[in-house]
């Protein structure tokens, strides 16, 4: 008779769920949930949510996930000033693309 191998469940740990309506728009954070993987967060999340829209779903574990202090906004902000182009309204975009 073969051995019976029993595993342990995973720790379940805390995911951060955010959706990206149509391609080209931001990705919007709507749910913090616990899950034991990041396909088991997105399971969990369309049950509880329903069937997700077009667009992108992403599960990601909160521990992943890292910010800025608000005394380092400075760091990031003034920078920019000199740096024209990586403003978006540094570009023209044609009348076809919508949602940039």
Not at 44 to 66: C, K, T
Not at 77 to 90: N, V
């Amino acid at each position: 008779m073969p051995a019976v191998v029993v595993r342990e469940a995973a720790e379940p740990q805390q995911f951060e769920l955010f959706i990206q309506f149509k391609p080209g728009l931001d990705h919007l954070h709507v749910a913090s949930l616990l899950a034991e993987s990041a396909p088991q967060a997105l399971v969990q999340a369309e049950s509880a949510f329903g069937a997700f829209p077009p667009g992108a779903v992403w599960a990601l574990p909160s521990a992943a996930l890292s910010c800025s202090e608000p005394e380092q906004r400075r760091l990031f902000i003034e920078p920019m000033a000199s740096k024209p182009y990586r403003l978006p309204t540094f570009f023209q975009l044609p009348e076809a693309v919508n949602h940039m």
